[in-house]
């Protein structure tokens, strides 16, 4: 049965676009030591800036520099490749959030942030916009794998969608935003959409100061195989279909859904 090694790298997007394609590079060093999906975080294209500002000007078409890049990598390392990016949208101040997901055919998936970060003194719907309330799924390597960005994981019935697509991996990439209580509710969210959906979980943050750090990987018993501190790490790991299908066994809650 496919298992699937993945590798999470938490690091840190800068202001400059350029700056943080050359940061993908990583994917050789990780490919090299044994890779066949890499996982950057939330917006690695560009990140953020100060809270309110305007992204509208670094916003991309889904075949720009950023998922250019990404495909180059994919192609030349033979892996799979997520990532985060502002992409144009129908709103020219308003992006959407998206997720790329590329390999060596090129553009694999994308999916745009449903649910904006409207919360705890944050209005992200001023500056972005929100993606069609459409799933996205798709496998890799042999493993069913659902995207899910930041601020999605507080929905449970996101999660519970990709599941009924058939995901086994949810794969989370973030920029969660430090503060009182945040690294509990991250960690707490995490395991529980893997144990709740008997999945692998494979949450890619920005570090510390201003996120919380703590990339994981959770098994579908909700062990975490993996967890990254405060600062720039990679988690590495691996999602085991073999595992999974005894998880779903022991538990069997998905099957005995009844609503």
Request: overall charge negative; some cysteine; glycine content about 8%.
């Amino acid at each position: 049965m496919p298992t699937l090694q993945l590798a999470l790298v938490q690091k840190a997007s800068g202001l400059d676009p350029e700056q943080n394609r050359e940061a993908l590079d990583a994917v050789r060093d990780l490919a090299d030591a044994g890779a066949q999906l890499v996982v950057f975080p939330e917006v690695f294209s560009r990140d953020f800036g100060s809270p309110g500002s305007d992204v509208s000007q670094f916003a991309e078409k889904i075949d720009g520099p950023f998922v250019t890049r990404m495909s180059e990598l994919a192609d030349e390392c033979g892996v799979t490749v997520v990532g985060g990016m502002f992409e144009v949208s129908e709103d020219p101040e308003r992006p959407y959030n998206t997720l790329a997901v590329v390999d060596r055919t090129g553009l694999r998936a994308s999916y745009r942030k449903i649910h904006l970060y409207d919360s705890f003194g944050y209005k992200e719907s001023d500056r972005l916009f929100p993606g069609p309330l459409e799933p996205v799924s798709l496998d890799v390597g042999g493993v069913t794998m659902g995207l899910m960005t930041c601020y999605d994981l507080r929905f449970p019935e996101l999660a519970r969608a990709l599941a009924d697509q058939g995901a086994e991996l949810l794969v989370v990439p973030a920029a969660w935003v430090a503060g009182p209580r945040k690294v509990e509710h991250w960690r707490t969210l995490v395991r529980a959409r893997a144990i709740e959906n008997t999945v692998y979980v494979a949450a890619a943050g920005q570090p510390a100061p201003r996120y919380s750090g703590h990339s994981m990987l959770v098994a579908p018993t909700g062990d975490v195989i993996g967890e990254a501190g405060d600062d720039d790490a990679v988690v590495t790991g691996a999602a085991d279909t073999e595992a999974l299908a005894g998880a779903r066994a022991v538990n069997p809650s998905l099957a005995n859904r009844r609503m």
